[in-house]
Every structure is written in structure tokens, then in C-alpha cells.
């Protein structure tokens, strides 16, 4: 069993930098692929980032990519989600999750989920 925690969420403005963390209780955390999510109102959750078991491979959705880092350290049990040059539509919920297949795009197969933190980009 794995709980994730999310945080560091809030409001910045456009152009701006965020960095949230999940932190991750249990001793097998090193054992997940980790993923970071989003949801903005009235859309799907869809995917932003993964970053493999050892932290040696990311991936990342077109939207983020050379703007948005993950990184992960498997002695502190938390994964990081690093996002700069922020822009209105990455307004969203996000969510760190963790699967035991490798790092994936595929929401469906995490296995666990945080609660969420709330990014707003203000214009």
C-alpha cells in the first residue's frame, strides 16, 4: 500500500514558476514508476509526466515538455514536479500517482493516487 501526498500548489502568475511535491509513505516507494497528472474544470484528467523507478527516464506530454522537470528521490520518498514559464491553461488539480508497471502515459494504470493540489495561473 502506497499513500501520496501532494503540495506546494497556490496561485502565480503567468510566466511564473511552481514546484510541487508528492510525498510518498511506505518503504517500497523506490519499487514505482511515478506520474504526475492534471485536471482543469469541466476536462479529463490527462497526463503531464512520468519518471521511472530509478529517476533515469522521463517522459512528457507535448504541452509541458521543455518547461515542465521531474525528478524523484528515493531516500526522502518524494517525487517532484518542477514547473516553469507557467501559462493560464495549465490551471488544473494535479496529481501525483504511482504504478508498478513501467513509467506510462496510460492513467489507468496507476495504481495509487494523491488527493491533489490546486495550480491557477493568473493572465
Known amino acids: 500500500q502506497l499513500q501520496l501526498v501532494e503540495s506546494g500548489g497556490g496561485l502565480v502568475q503567468a510566466g511564473g514558476s511552481l514546484r510541487l511535491s508528492c510525498a510518498a509513505s511506505?518503504?517500497?516507494?523506490?519499487?514505482?514508476?511515478m506520474g504526475w497528472f492534471r485536471q482543469a474544470p469541466g476536462k479529463e484528467r490527462e497526463f503531464v509526466g512520468t519518471?521511472?523507478?530509478?529517476?533515469?527516464?522521463?517522459y512528457y506530454a507535448d504541452s509541458v515538455k521543455g518547461r515542465f522537470t521531474i525528478s524523484r528521490d528515493n531516500v526522502k520518498n518524494t517525487v517532484y514536479l518542477q514547473m516553469n514559464s507557467l501559462k493560464p491553461e495549465d490551471t488544473a488539480v494535479y496529481y501525483c500517482?504511482?504504478?508498478?508497471?513501467?513509467?506510462?502515459?496510460?492513467?489507468?494504470?496507476?495504481?495509487?493516487w494523491g488527493q491533489g493540489t490546486q495550480v491557477t495561473v493568473s493572465s
Open positions: 511506505g518503504r517500497t516507494f523506490g519499487s514505482y514508476a
Open positions: 519518471i521511472s523507478w530509478s529517476g533515469g527516464s522521463t
Open positions: 500517482a504511482a504504478t508498478r508497471a513501467t513509467a506510462t502515459m496510460a492513467r489507468e494504470l496507476y495504481d495509487y
